[in-house]
């Protein structure tokens, strides 16, 4: 099968390549960002997903899936960026790809778009929409371009759509969405009196997921996850990771100070309320088993 990936030279599009090569699968990737030293037999593209040249990469090679994971994060790049790249050149992907006849299309969002609230179900489902942009507003962007990939079900029936919300990956790599959270410097700010549950998985896991989706031909929305979650207490002392309880109040006050990373205020309701998803459906379609528990994850993240 011949597969690109957006975003390919993230640490997760990285894995799913090497993974996608060794199951003998042909690999193009689009990015603005170059891979030094590439495994010979990905095709590497520099460019734009909103601009001609990704374009003329599905025109020209006419691939039978597309894994769409060219998106940021509030950590990395300002709103308006953000918004440019998430929704504006996740719309520009998936028409592209309904014209130029690509059968299969994987959307990689995220579980953090149901958001995190005191009165929210401890396990989302599917059906639950997308709140996080009320509680959240850096990530507002995210559950837009999540919206419309799920829109592609309808709008293009003749695509093989999936879009799967992936719980947080951890792993050696030490890079991602958590990994920014629990901060280069080994400490992190809790909110006094709450241990909200994390969900988590390993990096390599969400890359088999994915390619099991890929190979299932799924179609629809489905939740991605690992192991049970853990609390936040238990994270931070398995990956050994210095958490200081800090009082709601003067918790937006001193991130980016003391040694604490430097996080949106929205933080503050994802590390008092948890995430958690119910990711039935997806076991079910695929039989995806994750390879390592909750302990061997944070383990092959901590800090050393």
Known sequence: MKVVITGITATLGRMLAERLLTKGHQVLGIDRRPWPGAPQGVQM??????KRP???VLRMHRPDALIHMATVTHFTTRFEERYKINLIGTRKILEECAEHEVGQVIFIGRHTVYGASADSAL????????????????????SAADFYASSALWR?????????RLVYTLGPSRRGTLANFLGGGGRVATVLGFDPLFHLMHERDAAEAIIMALESKLRGVFNVAGPDPVPLSLLCKVTGVHAVALPEPIYPFMLGHFGFPKLPIGIVNHVKYPI??????FKTATGFEPSCDAIQTMEAFRWL
Request: glycine letters at 2%; proline letters at 9%; aromatic letters at 10%.
């Open 54 to 56: 990704a374009e003329n």
């Open 45 to 50: 593209f520099k460019a734009d997903i909103r």
């Open 156 to 164: 293009w029936p003749q695509i093989d759509t999936a879009v799967l």
């Open 123 to 142: 396990y989302h489902t599917e059906d639950d929409p997308p709140l996080a942009g009320a509680t959240f507003p850096e990530l507002a962007d995210m």
């Open 276 to 281: 958690v998803v119910d990711d039935t459906a």
